[in-house]
């Protein structure tokens, strides 16, 4: 198999973007720097907030996404990473646009799941509020036979004030949000949830099962290793 150069259209945000990058390494089986795969990296934090456009606060991300990823498929990669989960609402949208494929984060993520957990396993999704809107998550994962829940909403715009308040994780805290994580937490717990979804990328920079209490999955994880094999290369056994 050709093997080739893994694109990330980043900024989305750019912590994300340098946590998906790692996650590559990691999961990228490397004796020495020359087993790793190639990855170009387009990290712009002009892309407009996917959320914002989603609740009708903001403008629409589509144009900037589409242009990025056609610079991406322009300069020779072989996929395309968003290291963004709501920014998947608009996959389609902006995937006619392109020849090569932009993998879909929460579709490799039920894949994981599919693979990693016994068949009833009840999973708890915390994101954003647009992802929450569009239903992306769970839209698939009914497609895909798993069980989702959500917490109610005020929980929801705690987690989405963990994200992007003034002491949220885009402005670079962690102790604080993951204060304000408890009260959605422990909803999800009450309701029966065995394992966490972190359906924002800001999310998994701070989830843990340490934190948690509870199994924690990073959909950045499994993009990583889905890219990984897309690109030819072999992934690192768990």
Not at 64 to 90: K, Q
Not at 154 to 173: E, F, H, L, V
Request: charged residues 20%; proline residues 7%; contains cysteine.
């Amino acid at each position: 198999m050709e093997k080739g150069t893994i694109g990330i259209l980043g900024g989305m945000g750019p912590e994300a973007t340098a946590a998906l990058f790692q996650h590559i390494i990691h999961n990228t089986q490397a004796d020495k720097d020359q087993d790793h795969v190639p990855v170009l990296i387009w990290n712009n934090p002009k892309i407009p907030d996917r959320s914002a456009f989603i609740l009708g606060q903001g403008p629409d991300p589509v144009p900037a996404l589409t242009a990025g990823s056609r610079f991406l498929e322009e300069s020779g990669v072989c996929c395309i990473l968003w290291p963004c989960n709501t920014a998947h609402y608009f996959h389609d949208e902006v995937s006619q646009h392109l020849k090569v494929p932009v993998l879909h984060m929460i579709r490799e993520t039920a894949a994981c799941l599919q693979k990693d957990y016994p068949a009833g396993t009840v999973f708890g999704l915390l994101a954003t509020l647009g992802t929450y809107k569009t239903g992306i998550y769970e839209k698939i994962f009914r497609e895909e036979g798993l069980t989702l829940i959500m917490p109610e909403e005020q929980n929801r715009q705690t987690t989405m004030t963990s994200i992007y308040g003034t002491k949220g994780i885009k402005a670079g805290y962690r102790d604080e949000p993951l204060e304000m994580l408890r009260a959605p937490l422990e909803e999800l717990k009450q309701k029966g949830v065995e394992v966490i979804v972190a359906g924002c990328t800001e999310l998994s920079l701070v989830l843990t099962p340490g934190n948690t209490g509870l199994p924690v999955v990073d959909p950045m994880v499994c993009l990583a290793r889905a890219a990984v094999r897309k690109a030819g290369y072999e992934v690192r056994k768990k």
